[in-house]
């Protein structure tokens, strides 16, 4: 018995199991699986509806598919996929695609406006599969998902019909062997030639998951035409953040249009940052830490408007940049700074935060509690500033302070 396996697999870090991830369109998907053998419809994307036409010179088959290129699914329940049969309804679905702010399930009700759209040969088909590898959790290991209902959510089939639903769980140093790669051909319900092709496919998509230090690697449908091929219709591919570092073509990849513009401000400068819908701000390093401040100014009463983790060892620019990304959100009517010098040192944090003050000018409480390598150094530099600042002793002290000045303001 033979098992796949890569060199990356090797590496696999518990941090891939915290859903940090960079999502790919599916165009971008797609030009990944072909690299690793598994056919994929010829398609080419567009951004305005006036290059369709010299777009889709080489496009053969007398039907199109386009699709709206978002980071969602459910994209034609939302009116985003269109099939068209000449080349002026190509031009006129793409437009209308285009101009679309697409609402499905996964975007919420104020949806993601449509910038690209994927135009592809349609396909003829016989039956749709669905076919997965993803993270277990419970397990720490890959695991490929397969079931004979696809083309529809998978949540759906899980809850209609879970014995529809087959698994694989792989071992993530030994690889997935040759046998596993047929049983799940043979849980498609392949056999003859289509078993060989299916193991395959199977092979080298997991070589594609691990290759590129995936989370998730979905399509649905996986299509069996009416030629006997087996085809990847729809592709969706999730890439761990945490292993950006030795992908960087992948990360050039990353599109910023869809989400938080802070969010991508601060990726660029090496933060986390994730916007919440509270009215206090929170800078705080560590993400454990992070995550206990905004407990605790929940636990007295008042919402966090966003996770800001500027890591443990932030120069004076990076707490500026962290300040400013705070301070976009005009939602933010107090801010809390919750800092334990370990290897970030308190002074550090003193001065990015005197130097953020002048620079974006706070007109909102300003609550600081720092604790740890040189704290002293810290208070003395804050007191000396002139800045009007709330010093806290502690975090129930800081939460309790925070809170009261936000409601104080009202």
């Known amino acids: 018995m033979v098992s796949i396996k890569t060199e990356n697999q090797i590496g696999f870090s518990i941090l891939s199991f915290l859903g940090v991830q960079l999502k790919l369109y599916e165009y971008q998907a797609k030009e990944i699986l072909r690299k690793y053998n598994i056919k994929v419809p010829h398609g080419v994307v567009v951004t305005d509806a006036e290059t369709v036409r010299e777009s889709c010179g080489d496009i053969g088959r007398k039907k199109c598919v386009i699709k709206a290129q978002v980071h969602a699914g459910g994209r034609g329940k939302g009116g985003g996929v269109k099939i068209a049969t000449t080349l002026e309804e190509v031009k006129r679905y793409a437009s209308e695609i285009l101009a679309l702010t697409l609402v499905t399930a996964q975007t919420g009700s104020k949806g993601i406006k449509v910038n690209k759209v994927l135009i592809e040969d349609a396909v003829e088909i016989k039956k749709e599969l669905y076919l997965a590898i993803s993270i277990d959790r419970s397990s720490s290991a890959p695991v490929i998902i397969c079931s004979t209902e696809?083309?529809?959510?998978?949540?759906?089939?899980?809850?209609k019909s879970p014995e529809k639903i087959a698994k694989e769980r792989v071992d993530p140093v030994m690889g997935m062997y040759?046998?596993?790669?047929?049983?799940?051909?043979?849980?498609?319900?392949?056999?003859?030639?289509?078993?060989?092709?299916?193991?395959?496919?199977i092979a080298n998509l997991y070589r594609a998951f691990i290759g590129n230090d995936c989370s998730l690697l979905e399509i649905n449908p996986l299509v069996l035409t009416q030629e006997g091929e087996i085809v990847a219709l729809d592709v969706k591919m999730d890439i761990d953040d945490n292993a950006l570092f030795?992908?960087?073509?992948?990360?050039?990849?990353?599109?910023?249009?869809e989400g938080d513009v802070n969010?991508?401000?601060?990726?660029?400068?090496?933060?986390?940052?994730?916007?919440?819908?509270?009215?206090?701000?929170?800078?705080?390093?560590?993400?454990g830490l992070a995550m206990a401040t905004m407990d605790i100014i929940k636990f007295y009463g008042g919402m966090p408007a966003n996770f800001l983790d500027v890591g443990g060892d932030a120069p004076v620019e990076k707490v500026t940049t962290a300040f400013e990304l705070i301070f976009v959100d005009q939602k933010?009517?107090?801010?809390?700074?919750?800092?334990?010098?370990?290897?970030?040192?308190?002074?550090?944090?003193?001065q990015g935060i005197i130097q953020a003050v002048k620079k974006v000018g706070i007109h909102v409480p300003l609550v600081v509690r720092l604790e740890g390598t040189n704290v002293q150094i810290a208070k003395t530099i804050l007191d000396n500033s002139g800045l009007?600042?709330?010093?806290?002793?502690?975090?129930?002290?800081a939460a309790e302070k925070i809170v009261q000045a936000v409601n104080d303001t009202r």
């Open 332 to 350: 933010v009517k107090g801010v809390l700074v919750n800092i334990f010098g370990g290897i970030m040192k308190c002074d550090i944090v003193a």
């Open 150 to 159: 696809g083309g529809v959510e998978i949540e759906e089939v899980s809850s």
């Open 388 to 397: 009007d600042m709330i010093v806290a002793e502690s975090m129930k002290d």
């Open 246 to 257: 030795r992908h960087k073509e992948l990360l050039a990849m990353r599109d910023f249009s």
């Open 263 to 287: 969010e991508g401000k601060a990726i660029a400068s090496g933060l986390s940052y994730i916007g919440l819908d509270g009215n206090i701000g929170c800078l705080v390093n560590g993400a």
């Open 178 to 201: 040759d046998f596993q790669a047929r049983n799940i051909a043979k849980k498609l319900g392949m056999t003859g030639k289509l078993m060989i092709a299916a193991s395959q496919l």
